[in-house]
């Protein structure tokens, strides 16, 4: 088992920025290295922004937030960052870290964690 707990999450204006954390924990934790973010606007449905492999060489982004959005991540503390910057009032959703094993991909996630939402005003 993995349990996965996000922080961070919060108000703020467009343009501005914040950073979510998650912290990872659990006997199985290795097992589970891949680490993602997605997110989840009322009203549609979850989609991904961002993955990192366990050696942080590999990330993958949602074309949506490329070159605003940055995720890295802390093994020594199993925890993995999303630095969100330039945000728009679109990127307002709940935001969930999830966890898998194999590849960095957009799907196949094993483990989730409870959710912090995130609100972007004009």
């Known amino acids: 088992q993995v349990q996965l707990v996000e922080s961070g999450g919060g108000l703020v204006q467009a343009g501005g920025s914040l950073r979510l954390s998650c912290t990872a924990s659990?006997?199985?934790?290795?097992?589970?290295?891949?680490m993602g973010w997605f997110r989840q606007a009322p009203g549609k449905e979850r989609e991904f922004v961002a993955a990192?492999?366990?050696?942080?060489?590999?990330?993958t982004y949602a074309d949506s937030v490329k070159g605003r959005f940055t995720i890295s991540r802390d093994n020594a503390k199993n925890t993995v960052h999303l630095q969100m910057n330039k945000m728009k009032p679109e990127d307002t959703a709940v935001y969930y870290c999830a966890a898998k094993s194999g590849l960095a991909t957009t799907w196949g996630y094993e483990y989730w964690g409870q959710g912090t939402q995130v609100t972007v005003s004009l």
């Open positions: 990192i492999n366990w050696s942080g060489s590999t990330t």
């Open positions: 659990g006997r199985t934790v290795n097992n589970y290295p891949i």
